[in-house]
């Protein structure tokens, strides 16, 4: 095929090249920085104040040239990704006849080659509506939230090679490129999480986040390397478009666990899985998202919506067909693979909703809530719910996007109250240096919030819809819609009696009613009643450009927060159905053209009891929020009424189980005790300790043949010979010092040697 | 192919950098600053005609039924020995040819911080490259012998002399160690061409496998013969890698030798023991690596694959617990390097069968082992470089190599914080670099094979990002250590250029491995007959 980028079959390489170049514009030229010294406001905020030192702040020119430069990168992606999206949905038959892709021999193995390239079906579309979109409404947020930051071109830079991996993800056509993007984003996570690097508390996320996600990732790899070396290739397409194939993947015993009648399929699956749940943040290897708040606010929404969780459960949509494989979930024949999903999805929603329940902070609250709304999709695509759990991911993305940014907002607001407070108070005495305030005041404490609906009522409002959606507020949210899908699935299979679907269906309903609780307790602590401190009596946003750029993308994002739910209506929904979907449920019927017809379900009939179990545990939980945080607020040094309700399960909660000091303990310390052990009793201790044996030994016998020597030769042999002599002193006075007489002798040997050398070659080819 | 000078080129490449460190080492000291042009312009030249060699043999590949070396010259020499001047360079050959041209004149840059005696010490490095390049392009076993055995001397110098607080034991210990593996190659090679009445490498590939058990060879059964020759050349070749349990010198080496000697140490003369095993051990005893090891009851392989999965885990454990940044390092090769040994065991193993049964049970997993691991040495030779320029330049500025004294350096140092994790990126495989692809490579090469140890080797795996993290977090973040508030610590110009080809290559090979890859994969194909 000739290479021409009109064609939409090439149009996809295009799409990450517009972040990923401004990645390389903004470091390499873009990033000019002068030197201030180190206690100017410039550098204030996260930053120490080193006495007496320059350090470097990004110029206003490179600033603004690096905001454009990112802009502009993403600008070009979502304009590529609209029209391969736009001219797929006019295309007849999309996904099952006619897909979008294109590659190039990438790599030699052999005879053959490993072929890389992008691929384009109706999951990738769905996909390159959200991602753009999401990842532009964040770069509009971050122009105003990173203003006054140092470093603000550095921001632009890693945040644009965080979106072109994301991008890179979405459009791949293999496993392994697939993987590539999946790593660039750790990366880039990993940089921005210790964004703020001089601070303790963030380094220390951005290692636990690398880290973490790296014990899960090695996994992976065997599993991508198990299927190549299975199935000669990592292509999705030819792969999961293949159910011979995956059929005999599932009839060959695994290499490792085999005699445990472990499937070949099985052990790649569930080796996969292990990738997203370090990815997409599941039990057991959750613990490194609440701490990746340590980086600035847009990118925990980066993180948390539009790319890294994201990518970890776009992941296992995309190779569903092979988890799948050696079984059928709609006739309640599970997979090793999939019963892992809902085992570990289920648990996760249900477990990390309860965390939330009892945090203050207003991103860790956050924070647990997108570990439990991933627990959903993933216990979706445990049961089969594939659509549901796609469908779950691009409206999840919307709001939980919208709700990381209203709450930096409120940080943002938090602070700026506290610089006002902090001016007037310094007034008196001017020598207070404007840094004693921060460490002893937290921004994100909701106990310190209260009332802020009247400073930041557009904050609220967006606030407001976001939480609502993440809820699942009945009918008019787009959290209720998809949640609704996964919870009517699970109930379908609980009618047939399949064990699997009846955990999911319990564990997410209780899971989704605390959603609804935690929401409205935030909702409650931040923003109703009255202010509890003098901060937040004075939380505002300002005015001008920093503002603004802060509010439009949350009025956009609430707009899909609500909206993005409709394309996912069931037709046979009462009254609702008829109005949205008239023909059929539009997100069902496109998606559904990416599995092979082997692997589609039709989606179960409206079932009142699904649906009456949404309505009641959205609205029983916000109901029961309301009555305990809304309608007698906290006031200024009042408990938390759950602390006396809940007693010491309340401590339990609050220190998330505990399960951060047990990993230390178990795992941390013991690595770092066996490096020592390695290093100083492996390495020094035995195998240096052989090697100084052997080498004392050795001299020991020099010595005894010296004295040998000397007794025996010296006393008979007066006639050595005096040239003999003469030669051993001369060797002698180069061996006692001049080290430079010494390396001259042996080059002019080698010398001697080369020329030799060089004079019979060249003699004898000019002979021969 | 072509001339310089009226030489082949691949003789040229050996002999230029000798008549250079000559020319440089009698130089008059006093006026360093010529003496460093001229070495760097030597340098450059060298290095230019070797990568116009992989670029010409790239261009130029053999057919599958001809010979698969190029620049091919045979001269007489020691024929009495049945020795001669054999050269000529197949697509692994071309491959390290490349990068020690590319990585010398860089090492020569980063040497102009050496202020003592600085003429010597450059000539040093331009010798070394002479046996470094004669061990790549030799096709006749007594002229590997000599220059695998010539690149010590330099190397000992350079250490001994140029290198850190503790370098007379660090030297001598290379030394030692060094001497003490090529001692039983020594004899191996001996025994070999006496044997066989030939040093042609390509000849004894095919004859000296075929010496039957049974028959007696010097009075001694043949099979006690080889097992006696296939010790000396494995433990020569295990030292260099190194392969653990073999490795405990070149933390000291490493860590004490000068920046341009670690550069080229790591960077290089690592990759001349996993070279052996391609040039001689496996090819030369096909038939010893399917071979039970009577007291563990597995085979030679499996033991090969088993250490060097030792390499890897411990090999990260004890980088993760240094605060000594350049043996932080050097451990990193350790593990590092285990890579480039279990995939060797991999292609081993192929090798045997192909030689007991014609065929390998699966070539295709061989050859995609055994391009890993070449790729694997090319790309370590990379990265180690840089890691080691680095670690050398932010020594060479604080006088210290202690991680705990450094701290938040990225505030003062902008720059040389983003080449410093832009480079352990690469070293730690993150995809999109060059690491990533032939730890790809190995680890599909091995999983089939050694399923067991390529899960165990996840580990190292894991605990690489470990020690990367950890030398990010000390060098670079948390509030700034004000001890070096004074102190220049950005990056130099000069370190900078000396940089930038590792940091293009790294990534260029990481976005488009087929650059390089095909050079390899053709003589790999060829040699396991995929």
Same mark, same amino acid.
């Given at each position: !095929?000739?290479?021409?980028?009109?064609?939409?079959?090439?149009?996809?390489?295009?799409?990450?090249?517009?972040?990923?170049?401004?990645?390389?514009?903004?470091?390499?030229?873009?990033?000019?920085?002068?030197?201030? @010294?180190?206690?100017?406001?410039?550098?204030?905020? %996260?930053?120490?104040?080193?006495?007496?030192?320059?350090?470097?702040?990004?110029?206003?020119?490179?600033?603004?040239?690096?905001?454009?430069?990112?802009?502009?990168?993403? /600008?070009?992606?979502?304009?590529?990704?609209?029209?391969?999206?736009?001219?797929?949905?006019?295309?007849?038959? #999309?996904?099952?006849?006619?897909?979008?892709?294109?590659?190039?021999?990438?790599?030699?193995?052999?005879?053959?080659?490993?072929?890389?390239?992008?691929?384009?079906?109706?999951?990738?579309?769905?996909?390159?509506?959200?991602?753009?979109?999401?990842?532009?409404?964040?770069?509009?947020?971050?122009?105003?939230?990173?203003?006054?930051?140092?470093?603000?071109?550095?921001?632009?830079?890693?945040?644009?090679?965080?979106?072109?991996?994301?991008?890179?993800?979405?459009?791949?056509?293999?496993?392994?490129?697939?993987?590539?993007?999946?790593?660039? *984003?750790?990366?880039?996570? +990993?940089?921005?999480?210790?964004?703020? #690097?001089?601070?303790?508390?963030?380094?220390?996320?951005?290692?636990?986040?690398?880290?973490?996600?790296?014990?899960?990732?090695?996994?992976?790899?065997?599993? /991508?390397?198990?299927?190549? +070396?299975?199935?000669?290739?990592?292509?999705?397409?030819?792969?999961? +478009?293949?159910?011979?194939?995956?059929?005999?993947?599932?009839?060959?015993?695994?290499?490792? #666990?085999?005699?445990?009648?472990?499937?070949?399929?099985?052990?790649?699956?569930?080796?996969?899985?292990?990738?997203?749940?370090?990815?997409?943040?599941?039990?057991?290897?959750?613990?490194?998202?609440?701490?990746? *708040?340590?980086?600035?606010?847009?990118?925990?929404?980066?993180?948390?919506?539009?790319?890294?969780?994201?990518?970890?459960?776009?992941?296992?949509?995309?190779?569903?067909?092979?988890?799948?494989?050696?079984?059928?979930?709609?006739?309640?024949?599970?997979?090793?693979?999939?019963?892992?999903?809902?085992?570990?999805?289920?648990?996760?929603?249900?477990?990390?909703?309860?965390?939330?329940?009892?945090?203050?902070?207003?991103?860790?609250?956050?924070?647990?809530?997108?570990?439990?709304?991933?627990?959903?999709?993933?216990?979706?695509?445990?049961?089969?719910?594939?659509?549901?759990?796609?469908?779950?991911?691009?409206?999840?993305?919307?709001?939980?996007?919208?709700?990381?940014?209203?709450?930096?907002?409120?940080?943002?607001? !938090?602070?700026?109250?506290?610089?006002?407070?902090?001016?007037?108070?310094?007034?008196?005495?001017?020598?207070?240096? %404007?840094?004693?305030?921060?460490?002893?005041?937290?921004?994100?404490?909701?106990?310190?919030?209260?009332?802020?609906?009247?400073?930041?009522?557009?904050?609220?409002?967006?606030?407001?819809?976001?939480?609502?959606?993440?809820?699942?507020?009945?009918?008019?949210?787009?959290?209720?819609?998809?949640?609704?899908?996964?919870?009517?699935?699970?109930?379908?299979?609980?009618?047939?009696?399949?064990?699997?679907?009846?955990?999911?269906?319990?564990?997410?309903?209780?899971?989704? #009613?605390?959603?609804?609780?935690?929401? *409205?307790?935030?909702?409650?602590?931040?923003?109703?009643?009255?202010?509890?401190?003098?901060?937040?009596?004075?939380?505002?946003?300002?005015?001008?450009?920093?503002?603004?750029?802060?509010?439009?993308?949350?009025?956009?994002?609430?707009?899909?927060?609500?909206?993005?739910?409709?394309?996912?209506?069931?037709?046979?929904?009462?009254?609702?159905?008829?109005?949205?979907?008239?023909?059929?449920?539009?997100?069902?019927?496109?998606?559904?053209?990416?599995?092979?017809?082997?692997?589609?379900?039709?989606?179960?009939?409206?079932?009142?009891?699904?649906?009456?179990?949404?309505?009641?545990?959205?609205?029983?939980?916000?109901?029961?929020?309301?009555?305990?945080?809304?309608?007698?607020?906290?006031?200024?040094?009042?408990?938390?009424?759950?602390?006396?309700?809940?007693?010491?399960? %309340?401590?339990?909660?609050?220190?998330?189980?505990?399960?951060?000091?047990?990993?230390?303990?178990?795992?941390?310390? @013991?690595?770092?005790?066996?490096?020592?052990?390695?290093?100083?009793?492996?390495?020094?201790?035995?195998?240096?300790?052989?090697?100084?044996?052997?080498?004392?030994?050795?001299?020991?016998?020099?010595?005894?043949?010296?004295?040998?020597?000397?007794?025996?030769?010296?006393?008979?042999?007066?006639?050595?010979?005096?040239?003999?002599?003469?030669?051993?002193?001369?060797?002698?006075? /180069?061996?006692?010092?001049?080290?430079?007489?010494?390396?001259?002798?042996?080059?002019?040997?080698?010398?001697? /040697?080369?020329?030799?050398?060089?004079?019979?070659?060249?003699?004898?080819?000019?002979?021969? | 192919?072509?001339?310089?000078?009226?030489?082949?080129?691949?003789?040229?490449?050996?002999?230029?950098?000798?008549?250079?460190?000559?020319?440089?080492?009698?130089?008059?000291?006093?006026?360093?600053?010529?003496?460093?042009?001229?070495?760097?312009?030597?340098?450059? $030249?060298?290095?230019?005609?070797?990568?116009?060699?992989?670029?010409?043999?790239?261009?130029?590949?053999?057919?599958?039924?001809?010979?698969?070396?190029?620049?091919?010259?045979?001269?007489?020499?020691?024929?009495?020995?049945?020795?001669?001047?054999?050269?000529?360079?197949?697509?692994?050959?071309?491959?390290?040819?490349?990068?020690?041209?590319?990585?010398?004149?860089?090492?020569?840059?980063?040497?102009?911080?050496?202020?003592?005696?600085?003429?010597?010490?450059?000539?040093?490095?331009?010798?070394?490259?002479?046996?470094?390049?004669?061990?790549?392009?030799?096709?006749?076993?007594?002229?590997?012998?000599?220059?695998?055995?010539?690149?010590?001397?330099?190397?000992?110098?350079?250490?001994?002399?140029?290198?850190?607080?503790?370098?007379?034991?660090?030297?001598?210990?290379?030394?030692?160690?060094?001497?003490?593996?090529?001692?039983?190659?020594?004899?191996?090679?001996?025994?070999?061409?006496?044997?066989?009445?030939?040093?042609?490498?390509?000849?004894?590939?095919?004859?000296?496998?075929?010496?039957?058990?049974?028959?007696?060879?010097?009075?001694?059964?043949?099979?006690?013969?080889?097992?006696?020759?296939?010790?000396?050349?494995?433990?020569?070749?295990?030292? =260099?890698?190194?392969?653990?349990?073999?490795?405990?010198?070149?933390?000291?080496?490493?860590?004490?030798?000068?920046?341009?000697?670690?550069?080229?140490?790591?960077?290089?003369?690592? =990759?001349?023991?996993?070279?052996?095993?391609?040039?001689?051990?496996?090819?030369?005893?096909?038939?010893?690596?399917?071979?039970?090891?009577?007291?563990?009851?597995?085979?030679?392989?499996?033991?090969?694959?088993?250490?060097?999965?030792?390499?890897?885990?411990?090999?990260?454990?004890?980088?993760?617990?240094?605060?000594?940044?350049?043996? $932080?390092?050097?451990?990193?090769?350790?593990?590092?390097?285990?890579?480039?040994?279990?995939?060797?065991?991999?292609?081993?193993?192929?090798?045997?069968?192909?030689?007991?049964?014609?065929?390998?049970?699966?070539?295709?997993?061989?050859?995609?082992?055994?391009?890993?691991?070449? $790729?694997?040495?090319?790309?370590?030779?990379?990265?180690?470089?840089?890691?080691?320029?680095?670690?050398?330049?932010?020594?060479?500025?604080?006088?210290?190599?202690?991680?705990?004294?450094?701290?938040?350096?990225?505030? =003062?140092?902008?720059?040389?914080?983003?080449?410093?994790?832009?480079?352990?990126?690469?070293?730690?495989?993150?995809?999109?670099?060059?690491?990533?692809?032939?730890?790809?490579?190995?680890?599909?090469?091995?999983?089939?094979?050694?399923?067991?140890?390529?899960?165990?080797?996840?580990?190292? $795996?894991?605990?690489?990002?470990?020690?990367?993290?950890?030398?990010?977090?000390?060098?670079?973040?948390?509030?700034?250590?004000? =001890?070096?508030?004074?102190?220049?610590?950005?990056?130099?110009?000069?370190?900078?250029?000396?940089?930038?080809?590792?940091?293009?290559?790294?990534?260029?090979?990481?976005?488009?491995?087929?650059?390089?890859?095909?050079?390899?994969?053709?003589?790999?194909?060829?040699?396991?007959?995929?």
């Amino acid at each position: !095929m000739e290479v021409n980028f009109s064609d939409p079959n090439f149009l996809p390489w295009l799409i990450p090249v517009g972040p990923l170049l401004a990645f390389f514009i903004i470091t390499l030229a873009t990033n000019r920085a002068r030197l201030v @010294p180190a206690t100017s406001h410039e550098y204030g905020g %996260h930053h120490p104040d080193y006495e007496g030192m320059l350090v470097p702040v990004a110029t206003v020119p490179s600033r603004i040239l690096s905001v454009t430069v990112g802009l502009a990168g993403v /600008i070009m992606a979502l304009f590529f990704s609209y029209t391969v999206a736009f001219s797929a949905f006019g295309e007849h038959g #999309f996904g099952a006849e006619v897909v979008y892709a294109s590659n190039i021999a990438w790599m030699a193995t052999g005879d053959t080659a490993f072929r890389l390239g992008v691929f384009v079906d109706p999951l990738t579309v769905i996909m390159l509506i959200m991602v753009p979109l999401a990842v532009l409404m964040i770069f509009i947020y971050s122009i105003g939230y990173m203003a006054h930051d140092p470093r603000q071109s550095r921001f632009f830079a890693l945040i644009s090679l965080f979106a072109g991996a994301m991008l890179t993800l979405v459009v791949a056509d293999n496993l392994l490129l697939l993987f590539v993007g999946w790593e660039v *984003m750790g990366l880039c996570s +990993y940089m921005l999480i210790g964004f703020w #690097f001089e601070k303790k508390s963030a380094y220390k996320a951005a290692i636990k986040a690398f880290i973490t996600t790296r014990v899960a990732d090695v996994v992976m790899l065997l599993g /991508i390397v198990y299927l190549y +070396y299975a199935t000669g290739t990592l292509n999705f397409r030819d792969i999961l +478009y293949n159910p011979e194939l995956l059929e005999q993947l599932a009839a060959t015993p695994a290499l490792i #666990f085999g005699s445990w009648g472990i499937s070949a399929a099985s052990i790649i699956g569930i080796f996969l899985i292990v990738g997203t749940i370090g990815k997409s943040a599941q039990f057991p290897l959750h613990v490194w998202l609440p701490d990746a *708040m340590e980086g600035p606010t847009p990118v925990s929404a980066m993180i948390h919506a539009a790319a890294m969780v994201s990518a970890g459960i776009y992941a296992i949509i995309r190779i569903y067909p092979l988890l799948e494989a050696g079984g059928n979930p709609h006739y309640g024949i599970l997979s090793q693979p999939m019963v892992l999903m809902a085992v570990v999805g289920s648990f996760t929603a249900l477990f990390a909703a309860t965390i939330a329940v009892a945090q203050n902070d207003v991103k860790r609250v956050l924070a647990y809530s997108t570990i439990s709304q991933l627990g959903f999709m993933m216990a979706a695509l445990g049961i089969g719910a594939y659509i549901a759990a796609a469908f779950h991911l691009i409206t999840h993305a919307f709001f939980k996007a919208l709700l990381f940014m209203a709450s930096g907002s409120v940080i943002h607001g !938090m602070e700026h109250g506290e610089h006002h407070v902090h001016e007037h108070a310094a007034h008196g005495h001017d020598d207070h240096h %404007h840094d004693d305030h921060h460490g002893h005041f937290d921004p994100q404490d909701m106990m310190n919030m209260g009332g802020l609906r009247k400073t930041m009522p557009v904050t609220f409002i967006t606030f407001l819809i976001g939480g609502f959606s993440l809820a699942g507020f009945p009918l008019i949210t787009a959290g209720f819609w998809s949640k609704d899908e996964i919870l009517a699935d699970a109930f379908y299979g609980l009618t047939k009696g399949y064990g699997a679907h009846a955990l999911v269906f319990i564990m997410l309903a209780v899971a989704a #009613f605390l959603t609804a609780f935690y929401t *409205m307790r935030q909702l409650g602590l931040t923003f109703w009643g009255e202010p509890r401190t003098e901060v937040a009596k004075h939380a505002n946003l300002g005015r001008g450009l920093v503002s603004f750029t802060m509010t439009l993308p949350l009025i956009i994002l609430a707009f899909f927060a609500i909206t993005a739910g409709f394309v996912g209506v069931p037709p046979d929904f009462p009254i609702l159905g008829p109005i949205f979907s008239p023909e059929h449920n539009a997100f069902h019927y496109f998606v559904i053209e990416t599995l092979h017809p082997a692997f589609q379900a039709e989606a179960p009939a409206v079932n009142a009891i699904p649906v009456l179990t949404s309505f009641v545990v959205a609205l029983g939980g916000l109901g029961l929020g309301w009555w305990m945080y809304w309608r007698k607020p906290l006031v200024a040094g009042e408990e938390d009424p759950l602390v006396g309700i809940l007693g010491p399960v %309340h401590t339990v909660l609050k220190n998330k189980y505990y399960i951060d000091e047990i990993y230390v303990a178990v795992f941390v310390k @013991p690595s770092q005790a066996f490096s020592r052990f390695v290093i100083d009793f492996i390495d020094r201790g035995i195998l240096d300790g052989i090697l100084h044996t052997i080498a004392r030994v050795a001299t020991w016998i020099g010595d005894l043949f010296k004295v040998l020597n000397t007794w025996l030769i010296d006393g008979v042999g007066d006639g050595i010979p005096d040239g003999i002599f003469d030669f051993g002193g001369w060797v002698r006075r /180069i061996q006692t010092g001049h080290v430079q007489e010494y390396l001259l002798v042996v080059l002019g040997a080698v010398l001697v /040697i080369g020329i030799i050398l060089a004079l019979s070659t060249g003699i004898l080819q000019a002979a021969g | 192919m072509f001339d310089i000078f009226g030489i082949d080129p691949l003789s040229f490449l050996i002999i230029a950098p000798a008549i250079a460190a000559l020319i440089v080492a009698a130089m008059p000291s006093a006026n360093k600053s010529l003496v460093r042009w001229v070495a760097l312009g030597f340098a450059v $030249l060298i290095g230019a005609v070797a990568v116009t060699v992989f670029f010409v043999y790239q261009q130029n590949q053999p057919s599958p039924d001809a010979s698969p070396f190029l620049f091919e010259v045979q001269v007489e020499w020691f024929s009495l020995l049945g020795a001669s001047w054999h050269v000529g360079i197949d697509g692994v050959s071309a491959t390290m040819v490349l990068l020690t041209g590319i990585l010398v004149p860089l090492a020569v840059l980063i040497s102009w911080e050496v202020e003592d005696r600085a003429h010597i010490h450059l000539a040093l490095l331009l010798f070394f490259e002479t046996g470094l390049m004669g061990v790549f392009v030799a096709m006749d076993l007594m002229i590997f012998f000599l220059f695998y055995e010539l690149s010590l001397v330099p190397m000992y110098f350079i250490i001994d002399q140029w290198g850190g607080p503790n370098r007379k034991y660090a030297a001598t210990k290379f030394m030692i160690y060094s001497v003490g593996g090529t001692l039983g190659m020594l004899l191996a090679t001996q025994l070999i061409g006496w044997s066989a009445g030939t040093y042609e490498i390509a000849t004894l590939a095919t004859q000296w496998p075929a010496f039957r058990e049974g028959s007696a060879l010097l009075g001694i059964d043949v099979a006690t013969v080889k097992a006696l020759a296939f010790v000396g050349f494995f433990v020569a070749f295990c030292i =260099k890698v190194p392969i653990w349990p073999f490795h405990t010198w070149l933390p000291d080496a490493h860590g004490e030798a000068p920046t341009a000697g670690s550069m080229l140490l790591a960077g290089v003369m690592l =990759k001349l023991g996993a070279y052996g095993f391609i040039r001689l051990v496996i090819p030369l005893f096909p038939d010893v690596w399917n071979s039970t090891v009577g007291l563990l009851n597995i085979d030679v392989a499996t033991l090969f694959a088993a250490l060097s999965v030792l390499g890897i885990v411990l090999g990260a454990f004890a980088a993760f617990g240094q605060n000594d940044i350049k043996r $932080l390092v050097a451990y990193s090769s350790v593990n590092h390097m285990g890579f480039v040994g279990i995939g060797l065991a991999v292609m081993a193993r192929a090798y045997g069968q192909m030689w007991a049964t014609g065929a390998a049970a699966d070539a295709q997993t061989a050859i995609i082992a055994t391009n890993g691991a070449v $790729l694997q040495m090319f790309n370590h030779g990379l990265s180690s470089a840089a890691m080691f320029l680095l670690a050398g330049g932010i020594y060479h500025k604080t006088h210290t190599r202690d991680l705990r004294e450094y701290g938040g350096f990225w505030v =003062k140092a902008p720059i040389y914080g983003a080449i410093f994790i832009f480079t352990s990126m690469a070293s730690l495989g993150l995809p999109g670099l060059n690491g990533f692809v032939s730890e790809f490579l190995v680890v599909r090469g091995t999983w089939p094979v050694f399923t067991a140890l390529t899960a165990i080797a996840m580990i190292g $795996l894991l605990f690489t990002g470990g020690y990367i993290l950890k030398g990010i977090r000390a060098v670079l973040h948390g509030p700034f250590n004000l =001890k070096w508030r004074d102190y220049h610590l950005e990056i130099e110009r000069r370190e900078v250029v000396a940089i930038a080809p590792l940091l293009a290559l790294m990534l260029i090979t990481g976005v488009v491995p087929n650059w390089i890859l095909p050079v390899i994969n053709d003589t790999v194909t060829r040699i396991l007959g995929g």
